[in-house]
């Protein structure tokens, strides 16, 4: 830990719209470095606590806009990580819709995967980062994921899921997070399964190690 002080971690923004596989490219990273020092940290922990919120009105909310997410808690414990030092990390309840009261425990480590929708629409996040990395997917099968995703591990319905996509997924994908693109180092068409793509990262990443 005295030596870890003397360098700083190396922070790998994976982002890209919903159900495009950003997720399956962080978790292929963190399998081609195992050995390494490293974690994943997830944006969707990061959603407004919301229990002053009846349920009705949780519902109502568009998870897909910048202001749905506790940027700033996030932020800064990314610096508690660049610094070597252990976070608690919120936990979301995606049946309540609202921050569960309990958190993880996370020490700090030397690559730092951070995974999520709009990592990269605050400036002072993309600042932080130095490898940025976009996930561009087609949209037919970004939504077909999303389906599958959300009924089977969080408990939707498919009506839900289709109404939820047409009215806030897509068009905010399109206000927010396709716009993110430009501040990509590096663009991966076809999600998890371009092994290409991955090995160019941890090639790099193990480099910079």
Do not use: C
Request: charge should be negative; aromatic fraction near 6%.
């Amino acid at each position: 830990m005295i030596e870890n002080k003397h360098r700083r971690p190396i922070i790998i923004g994976v982002t890209g719209g919903s159900g495009s596989g950003k997720t399956t490219v962080s978790k292929a990273i963190y399998n081609q470095l195992s050995g390494q020092s490293l974690l994943i940290l997830q944006q969707d922990s990061y959603y407004n606590d919301q229990s002053d919120m009846t349920m009705a009105q949780r519902r109502q909310v568009n998870y897909d806009h910048p202001l749905a997410f506790d940027t700033d808690l996030m932020i800064k414990q990314i610096k508690q990580l660049i610094n070597y030092e252990p976070i608690e990390k919120p936990v979301y309840d995606y049946e309540q819709s609202t921050r569960s009261q309990r958190t993880i425990h996370q020490e700090p480590r030397d690559v730092i995967i951070v995974e999520g929708v709009l990592i990269l629409d605050d400036q002072r996040m993309r600042d932080l980062m130095d490898i940025k990395v976009f996930v561009d997917t087609d949209d037919d099968i970004r939504i077909i994921r999303r389906i599958q995703r959300d009924i089977k591990e969080r408990g939707r319905t498919l009506d839900w899921v289709i109404e939820q996509y047409l009215a806030t997924v897509k068009p905010m994908y399109h206000q927010f997070v396709e716009p993110t693109k430009r501040y990509a180092d590096i663009i991966v068409p076809e999600g998890g399964e371009n092994e290409v793509a991955i090995d160019l990262l941890t090639t790099k990443v193990r480099s910079i190690l």
